[in-house]
């Protein structure tokens, strides 16, 4: 069976569904740290997460 972890020990990427979970896992735990940020403020921080994961990959 092939190893489906990548150097650091996390999944990798293949599967969609998992990194949406994680960002989403992610955002939560923002949001419970910075719960005075607005959602907007919230929806822009979890944009630049998501685009420093897309830049990480290529």
């Known amino acids: 069976m092939p ?11 293949k599967d969609p569904q998992e990194t949406k979970r994680r ?3 992610l955002a939560r735990a923002i949001r419970d740290e910075m719960g005075s940020m607005t959602q907007e403020e919230l929806e822009r921080l979890y944009a630049a997460v998501v685009l420093m994961e ?3 990959d290529e």
């Open 23 to 25: 960002m989403e896992k």
């Open 3 to 13: 190893d489906d972890k990548q150097d650091n020990g996390m999944p990798s990427d």
């Open 54 to 56: 897309i830049e990480k």
